[in-house]
């Protein structure tokens, strides 16, 4: 918040100023959030294109702050991140997603092939019994594992290139799928791809957004799908918005995708509803 000014003065910059401050307070606010059952999640469908249905539900992390209200994850998922709170936090986003997709599952008609996708932070992949964490949720929910995704950013995993094998082949044993989220956004190689064998790719809404304006976006998405169709990955294009993208993507070849076309992310209890 402190800059130095043309003429050699200090400046400061209340605006910087009161965000840093601000900071300091959700973090210590954040380490207390869980136990206050400040955290929740809202569910967004991921639409299977042919038959125009959910297939599964992506979870995503909200906080019901005391004071300041709904407070949204590119907020604070940082903040998480930095402190290691993500560890604790996203334990009990996994225990908590899991199980809720499993009550669909259980009980919605139609609903019991529901996938349940959840973001995963790099600290805690590279938590050593993160595998446990992962396992240990399922069986809690009930739930076949096969049917839980994690997402994992490009980034991630570009800055993670000491990704512990152990974790990847404790969770392929475990049969829980991997997805690449965000692609297109970093510069994962295709043999890294390979070495994860991940299941599905999530082509970034950054794509996707310009697909009516620049043509040559769609030959990239071309590139991907030729990518992910030799690597036997399911390809998820993110944040779809308008008629024109998904019939561009549906002329592409895409099967799935998820945006606020079909629903933005909704609280639990509104998705049975949303499903029948
Ligand atoms: P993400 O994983 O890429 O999630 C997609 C984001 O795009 C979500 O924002 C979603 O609400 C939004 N979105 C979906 N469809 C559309 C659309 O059609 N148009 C537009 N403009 N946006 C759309 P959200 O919920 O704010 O989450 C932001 C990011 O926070 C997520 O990006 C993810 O990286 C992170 N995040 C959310 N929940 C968790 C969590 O439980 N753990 C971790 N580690 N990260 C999380
Ligand atoms: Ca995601
Ligand atoms: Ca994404
Ligand atoms: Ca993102």
């Known amino acids: 918040a402190k800059a130095a000014g043309g003429d050699g003065s200090v400046v400061y910059d209340s605006r910087t100023t009161g965000q840093a401050a601000g900071r300091l307070d959700l973090q210590s606010d954040l380490r207390v959030a869980l136990e206050r059952d400040e955290l929740f999640l809202e569910y967004q469908p991921i639409i299977e294109l042919d038959a125009e249905q959910a297939v599964g539900f992506e979870a995503l992390l909200r906080w019901r702050h005391r004071e300041h209200g709904l407070i949204m994850p ?27 997709v499993q009550r669909w599952r259980s009980n919605v008609p139609g609903a019991g092939n529901l996938w349940a996708a959840v973001n995963i932070s790099a600290r805690q992949l590279v938590t050593p019994d993160f595998p446990d964490i992962v396992h240990t949720a399922a069986l809690a929910a009930g739930i076949d594992p096969a049917a839980v995704n994690l997402e994992i950013t490009e980034t991630v995993l570009m800055e993670q290139p000491e990704l512990p094998s152990e974790t990847l082949h404790r969770l392929h044993d475990l049969g829980v799928g991997l997805s690449i989220d965000d ?74 995708a998820q945006g606020y076309l079909w629903s933005k992310a909704m609280p639990a209890d509104q998705v049975t509803a949303w499903l029948t």
């Open 183 to 256: 692609f297109g956004t970093g510069y994962s190689s295709l043999s890294y791809i390979q070495w994860m064998s991940a299941r599905t790719l999530k082509i970034d809404r950054s794509f996707i957004e310009v697909l009516d304006t620049d043509p040559q976006r769609a030959s990239i998405i071309e590139l991907i799908l030729g990518m992910a169709r030799t690597l036997d990955l399911i390809v998820i294009a993110e944040g779809v918005e308008t008629p024109n993208q998904l019939a561009e993507l549906r002329r592409l070849g895409v099967h799935h």
């Open 74 to 100: 590119d907020t604070f998922i940082p903040i998480a991140e930095e402190t290691g709170l993500i560890v604790p936090i996203g334990t009990w986003v996994l225990n908590e997603a899991l199980a809720q």
